[in-house]
């Protein structure tokens, strides 16, 4: 599977953002999707995850409560929803895919990357 994010910008604290990951083959609904991203001279951390059937989610607990992930199995489509965005938020966002997975939390269990997408926030 091929992925693409985008819908990454420049935005001011407290303001909103939604990251859009398009998946390009086949049987899109057998992988687990998660964001994870990266700052600048950070190591990537992971943001938020899906379960395959879009039923559970999981968050890290700095954008707990502030972010949201979501998935269109019909579209091949995942989603991340971010409010209240904070200067720290800013980052390379990635999505990732992870076949029959689980809402991994380790960067390692995913297969496949998307290309990232730039999020600063201004303060």
Request: proline share 2%; aromatic share 12%; hydrophobic share 30%.
């Amino acid at each position: 599977v091929q992925l693409q994010a985008s819908g990454g910008g420049l935005v001011q604290a407290g303001g909103s953002v939604r990251l859009s990951c398009a998946a390009s083959g086949p049987n899109f609904s057998r992988y687990a999707m998660g964001w994870f991203r990266q700052a600048p001279g950070k190591e990537r951390e992971f943001v938020a995850a899906i379960n395959r059937n879009g039923g559970s989610t999981d968050y890290a607990d700095s954008v707990k409560g502030r972010f949201t992930i979501s998935r269109d199995n019909t579209k091949n489509m995942v989603y991340l929803q971010m409010n209240s965005l904070k200067p720290e938020d800013t980052a390379v966002y990635y999505c990732a895919a992870d076949y029959y997975g689980g809402k991994s939390r380790n960067e390692g269990s995913y297969d496949y990357w998307g290309q990232g997408t730039q999020v600063t926030v201004s303060s």
